[in-house]
């Protein structure tokens, strides 16, 4: 059974703050991985991808992965009361396969 | 550009009725893939289509089927529908390699 594991939070930020949210895959074979974003009551929105060890960075967000440790995470600076939301890590199965999600992680950021 | 469309928004429906859903991938994708989410929980995948064919498939019974056509929209069909299908259904479409564009879902309530 594949599974990916978040923490559900809640996670509370300070506005102004860097928040940072992890992910461990059971999959070593995965390749791609994605941060969404989901507001209550509305559909997930893609923020980030990554294929490859390292960082990647697009504007306040930097996604890290780790494939040895079989980890990825998400670091948002300058966090706004706007990015409160439940950020969801997927990793796809295969090449083409579907994608497997994790329960989220709350995110509050208080002015 | 018009994103992945799902209809309707909203539906309400009795113990052991059937149900269609509908969707309408990302102009250009030719992938759609069906997810159900229950409050609190990540999505959870229910069945990829490509090329008119069910190309992969979760841990969902028989009672959840599905169709693609032609020209890459897709439906989600329901039978005896149970208290438990009490969802938001998400529908995603994908070129191959590419993170998944969500659209806004349709939620089911089943009394």
């Known amino acids: 059974q594949k599974e990916v594991e978040q923490n559900s939070g809640p996670l509370s930020v300070p506005e102004g703050a860097i928040a940072s949210l992890n992910c461990t895959y059971s999959d070593r074979g995965s390749q791609s991985f994605f941060w969404y974003r989901q507001y209550s009551g509305k559909s997930p929105e893609l923020i980030m991808s990554i294929y490859s060890n390292g960082d990647k960075e697009d504007g306040r967000f930097t996604a890290q992965l780790n494939k040895a440790s079989q980890y990825v995470s998400l670091l948002i600076r300058d966090s706004q009361p706007s990015d409160s939301a439940t950020y969801l890590c997927a990793v796809k199965e295969g090449s083409q396969g579907n994608l497997i999600f994790g329960k989220g992680t709350k995110l509050s950021v208080k002015p | 550009d018009a994103g992945v469309t799902q209809s309707p928004t909203h539906l309400i429906k009795t113990r052991g009725q059937q149900v269609t859903l509908r969707c309408s991938p990302k102009?250009?994708?030719?992938?759609v893939s069906w997810y159900q989410q229950a409050l609190g929980q990540g999505p959870q995948f229910i069945f990829q289509y490509y090329e008119e064919e069910e190309r992969q498939r979760g841990n969902f019974p028989d009672r959840f089927s599905g169709h693609q056509f032609p020209n890459y929209s897709s439906e989600l069909n329901v039978n005896a529908l149970l208290l438990g299908d009490s969802a938001l259904y998400l529908c995603?479409?994908?070129?191959?390699?590419?993170?998944?564009?969500f659209g806004s879902g349709t939620r089911l309530t089943v009394v």
């Open positions: 102009s250009g994708h030719d992938t």
């Open positions: 995603a479409s994908s070129l191959v390699q590419n993170g998944y564009t």
